[in-house]
């Protein structure tokens, strides 16, 4: 069955095929993305040669990164990975979903973790939801959040649907950059890893159902003054697929997308990163809108025209460690960057979201 789609892509590409065919898949049953269509529009880019690193879009002088050089270990996000799937589909409310909530609780039970509970009003009732946020102490005032969702998608809770990619995959990642976190003195901002619960429609993705995690998070920071204190909000969505090819997002920051490029050429890694642009509905739009400058480092094109996507096709055998590694470093080190003073002097505004 087609399931909505919990994330709406429309790339902005021309000339392709693959443009179009996306187009229809992103346009069925997900009429918001339409308004993220337009606002791509008017700030689309053309894009990059595939396989050429695109440019940055804005003026960011070079920083020098703090701290020491981290990597993520590879094996351990792939068998986090493994240990997710295995519990099955996690949607909110089944049991594969407590124990995986168990699971992330073991995995961080020497760290500073707290549950954000609340309870999410949704087309199908009230469900109960929280959000788990792991704090790493850094020694510079203010926090760089590195986010994922946890569930896995609810309209497809009566198929086998374990989203290895979509939910397991960079809930594996937040795990394994942990593991590089924990125990050491962190030289820059605070690092906060956050769960994110409800990121999927439970009925049919839009404004009201979906993000219901960030939505609350968002709201409750912005009343408690923590969102003022967060410098960049840099969200990891289906990165497992082997074919990776992570898109620039629209309605991401754009000095923070530009970060994320400059860590990723560092590395090595720049052709796997905004070959294309796209404008992507994610767990970083409710920060977008209260000013918090965002990231989402998503690659939705998964199988041949994301056909895996929102299907039992999204299986472990369609990922690899090293998406993974790619990733989690990249993350890493755009961290570094940041603490370096990566964009502490752009006057960009928040990016609009709608
Ligand atoms: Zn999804």
């Given at each position: 069955m087609l399931s909505p789609r919990s994330v709406c892509v429309f790339l902005r590409l021309s000339g392709t095929g693959l443009l179009s065919s996306l187009?229809?898949?992103?346009?069925?049953?997900?009429?918001?993305?339409?308004k993220a269509s337009e606002v791509g529009s008017e700030s689309a880019q053309k894009p990059a040669a595939a396989g050429a690193p695109a440019a940055p879009t804005s003026a960011v002088s070079a920083p020098s990164p703090v701290g020491p050089?981290?990597?993520i270990d590879p094996a351990k996000a792939?068998?986090?990975?493994?240990?997710?799937?295995?519990?099955?589909?996690?949607?909110?409310?089944?049991?594969?979903?407590?124990?995986m909530g168990e699971y992330i609780h073991s995995k961080l039970k020497n760290d500073q973790v707290e549950e954000d509970p609340f309870v999410a009003d949704t087309p199908e009732?009230?469900?109960?939801m929280r959000n788990i946020i792991a704090k790493f102490p850094g020694s510079k005032d203010g926090i760089i959040?590195?986010?994922s969702h946890i569930d896995t998608n609810y309209p497809l809770r009566n198929t086998n649907f374990v989203g290895a990619n979509d939910g397991a995959s960079?809930?594996?990642?937040?795990?394994?950059i942990a593991d590089q976190l924990r125990g050491k003195k962190l030289e820059g901002y605070s690092v906060w890893l956050v769960f994110t619960d409800g990121e999927e429609a439970i009925k049919s993705w839009s404004d009201t159902d979906s993000l219901y995690g960030s939505r609350h998070l968002a709201q409750k920071w912005q009343q408690d003054g923590?969102?003022?204190?967060?410098?960049?909000?840099?969200?990891?969505?289906?990165?497992?697929?082997?074919?990776l090819d992570i898109f620039r997002d629209m309605n991401s920051t754009p000095w923070l997308e530009d970060v994320v490029l400059q860590a990723a050429t560092r590395l090595g890694y720049q052709s796997y990163f905004f070959a294309e642009n796209s404008t992507i509905e994610d767990d970083h739009l409710p920060f977008a809108r209260i000013g918090v400058p965002v990231a989402d480092i998503i690659d939705l094109t998964y199988g041949y025209n994301n056909s895996y996507h929102h299907t039992t096709e999204d299986t472990l055998d369609k990922l690899s460690p090293k998406s993974?590694?790619?990733?989690?470093?990249?993350?890493?080190?755009?961290?570094?960057l940041i603490n370096g003073g990566a964009g502490s002097g752009s006057t960009a505004p928040p990016q609009k979201a709608q």
């Open positions: 187009i229809l898949l992103a346009g069925l049953g997900c009429e918001s993305s339409k050089e981290l990597h792939w068998q986090y990975t493994k240990d997710i799937v295995a519990n099955g589909p996690r949607w909110d409310g089944s049991p594969g979903q407590k124990k009732g009230k469900f109960a959040v590195l986010a960079t809930t594996a990642l937040l795990l394994a923590t969102a003022k204190k967060i410098k960049a909000f840099l969200l990891a969505d289906m990165i497992g697929d082997a074919d993974l590694q790619i990733s989690g470093d990249v993350i890493l080190e755009t961290i570094r």
